[in-house]
């Protein structure tokens, strides 16, 4: 079935240092790609996505552009802060799967100051 | 203004003990979710309501039921509780599009049972 792989945690990262997630992605067709995060104690909340091939979302600093020759969905930001440590989810959305969004593992992210 | 809410925030009880978990939303959407995190943070779905009919009835113990009284509000009941079902539940919400297309989904603060 359709899947997503992200990497593994924890990450732990000083600020304003470089942050990349790695997800891929496995589905039958063209899905929606999606990042949500979960900040402490909070529900998820949309932090990008993209619909389509070559697509980039982006949002607070953060990108991830839709890759379908290595089925990719990384998300990157050029320099953290604090307030972004956070759990961050991948998730895809597909009409082989009948449009359930499909949940990576997550990784927790913590950044210092 | 609250989007997604749920209530209780916090829910500790004995094991077979019955239980239920209220969730509402303001956003006129149409489709409604329930979701299940594990203490590794592992998210799954477990069920989804459009318009008030079930749509997605995930593979979960027939103990749990939902039910959706209008297109507001989804409720989850669970009988008999075990020690496996403490975890985090999460409500959310959507708009369903053309051919079931989902739309961003808008997540509540989420429930943390307990079973003792």
């Known amino acids: 079935g359709d899947s997503v792989t992200q990497m593994e945690g924890p990450v732990t990262l000083s600020e304003e240092a470089f942050l990349t997630i790695n997800c891929t992605y496995t589905?039958?067709?063209?899905?929606?790609l999606f990042w949500y995060v979960q900040y402490p104690g909070e529900g998820l909340q949309l932090l990008l996505k993209?619909?389509?091939?070559?697509d980039k979302g982006s949002n607070k600093g953060f990108e991830a552009t839709y890759r379908k020759e290595t089925t990719s969905f990384h998300l990157e930001k050029g320099s953290v802060q604090v307030s972004d440590s956070a759990v961050y989810f991948c998730?895809?959305?597909?009409?082989?799967?009948?449009?359930?969004?499909?949940f990576g593992a997550g990784t927790t992210v913590t950044v210092r100051a | 203004d609250t989007a997604v809410s749920q209530t209780p925030k916090y829910l500790v009880t004995q094991m077979g003990n019955d239980k239920s978990i209220k969730c509402e939303q303001n956003?006129?959407?149409?489709?409604m979710y329930w979701y299940k995190q594990d203490s590794k943070k592992f998210l799954k779905i477990m069920f989804s309501?459009?318009?008030?009919?079930?749509?997605i009835n995930e593979t979960v113990p027939n103990r749990f039921s939902p039910k959706s009284p209008d297109k507001a509000h989804l409720n989850l009941h669970i009988n008999s509780l075990e020690l496996g079902d403490s975890a985090v539940y999460f409500c959310?919400?959507?708009?369903?599009?053309?051919?079931?297309?989902?739309?961003?989904?808008?997540f509540g603060p989420g429930t943390r049972l307990t079973v003792l």
């Open positions: 959310a919400s959507s708009f369903m599009g053309v051919a079931g297309f989902t739309d961003t989904q808008y």
């Open positions: 589905a039958t067709g063209y899905p929606s």
């Open positions: 993209a619909t389509k091939a070559d």
């Open positions: 998730a895809l959305s597909a009409p082989s799967n009948d449009y359930k969004l499909s």
């Open positions: 956003l006129g959407h149409d489709t």
């Open positions: 309501y459009n318009n008030k009919e079930l749509i």
